[in-house]
């Protein structure tokens, strides 16, 4: 048995937690999300290069949530989704622990403040492809970076994964099924995909964590995350703010100061 499966094992066996939520194999040997509920099935649990997805999208679920506490296995971008589900209010201390897999054992993180701490010691910034490919499309002049989403837009099926996957767009009704008014248009269309994307783009101005979920759920391969990378390096640069670090943060976008010099916002 491995580290990951002893810990979900013990975990579970003393009633610590209710639910491991962690990766096994699907169909074909894929990685997928498993829910683990009894202490005898805990050798299920896999984890590896395979293992993507953010697994706090399901921290969000109702069905989810009445299962009770749960121990979440988690990489990098689930801890900082963590903390900014906390700072949002979205989740209570308390209410789940973190399992932290590495080579060597298995590091049980029980508080928004231990999360805090791990985060802080990791590197949060963009790897270096990933500055560099934003260099590159930030290189590009306005209008070719319009006529680039446009194109990338035009692909655009509305099938919604990107929002099923992302652990931020947890609204329980969304802009898009808003029918009176109707601000969104339902058809795949060019101006209602444009209107689409950018929406959700702008709501998680901020607020992403750079996870990279919507791009990997997306069936046409429209590289959401290169617009995800671009507006946190922006509001890095404009708020010096960052997601996913504290649980206790400000968003950058939903709040201001009664003193803020610009008198439109007052
Ligand atoms: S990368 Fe995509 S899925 Fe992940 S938090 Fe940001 S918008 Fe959501
Ligand atoms: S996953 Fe891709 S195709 Fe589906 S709505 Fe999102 S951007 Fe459009």
């Known amino acids: 048995m491995s580290a990951l499966q002893e810990k979900a094992r013990e975990l579970l066996a003393s009633a610590a937690v209710q639910v491991v939520i962690g990766y096994g194999r699907g169909s074909g040997g894929a990685a997928r999300a498993v829910f683990i509920r009894e202490a005898t099935k805990a050798g299920d649990l896999v984890f590896d290069g395979t293992c993507l997805q953010n697994l706090a999208v399901y921290l969000m679920k109702p069905e989810v949530r009445k299962l009770g506490k749960a121990a979440l296995v988690v990489r990098p971008a689930t801890l900082r989704t963590i903390l900014q589900l906390a700072a949002e209010n979205q989740i209570?201390?308390?209410?789940?622990?973190?399992?932290?897999?590495?080579?060597?054992?298995?590091?049980?993180l029980a508080t928004f403040a231990a999360i805090e701490a791990h985060v802080a010691a990791l590197d949060s910034d963009l790897s270096t492809a990933e500055k560099a490919e934003l260099q590159r499309f930030t290189a590009l002049g306005l209008d070719e970076r319009r006529r680039f989403w446009e194109e990338q837009f035009s692909r655009c099926l509305k099938c919604y994964a990107c929002r099923a996957a992302c652990p931020l767009c947890y609204c329980t009704r969304c802009t898009v099924e808003c029918n009176q008014p109707q601000w969104i248009p339902v058809p795949a269309h060019d101006l209602g995909n444009l209107e689409w994307n950018v929406m959700r783009a702008m709501h998680l101005a901020g607020r992403c964590v750079n996870c990279g979920d919507c791009s990997r759920a997306c069936p046409v391969g429209i590289p959401l995350y290169l617009l995800n990378q671009k507006l946190v390096s922006d509001v890095f640069t404009g708020f010096n703010s960052r997601s996913g670090i504290s649980a206790r943060s400000d968003?950058?976008?939903?709040?201001?100061k009664p003193n803020d010099p610009e008198d439109f916002i007052r």
């Open 92 to 108: 209570a201390e308390n209410s789940l622990l973190a399992l932290v897999p590495s080579a060597e054992e298995i590091v049980l």
């Open 251 to 256: 968003n950058a976008l939903s709040t201001f």
